[in-house]
Nanobody, 122 residues
């Protein structure tokens, strides 16, 4: 089992930045990918970004390309989502998740954090 603990959410003004962290504990596999998803009120959960723990391969949703950066620090067993130039439409509950191999769909991920609220005001 892998346990994920998120931090870094909060309230930020439009145009501002936040960095979300996803700390993993327990069993660790270098092949685990970390994904970030978000869900706004009344909407389905959507993919934001993903990264492989060891390979350094990243992928972003079109809506966040150029603004968000996903990264990891394997020595700290932590993944990050740096969010810049935030917009009101980015307001959502953000979740980190992990899976073996690679995937972009939420149903493919086995381990999930508790979610953290990101609210962007204007």
């Amino acid at each position: 089992q892998v346990q994920l603990v998120e931090s870094g959410g909060g309230l930020v003004q439009a145009g501002g930045s936040l960095r979300l962290s996803c700390a993993a504990s327990g069993r660790t596999f270098s092949t685990y990918a970390v994904g970030w998803f978000r869900q706004a009120p009344g909407k389905e959960r959507e993919f934001v970004a993903a990264i492989t723990w060891s390979g350094g391969i990243t992928y972003y949703a079109d809506s966040v390309k150029g603004r968000f950066t996903i990264s990891r620090d394997n020595s700290k067993k932590t993944g990050y989502l740096q969010m810049n130039s935030l917009k009101a439409e980015d307001t959502a509950v953000y979740y980190c998740a992990a899976k073996t191999g690679w995937g972009l769909l939420d149903k493919e991920y086995s381990y999930w954090g508790q979610g953290t609220q990101v609210t962007v005001s204007s």
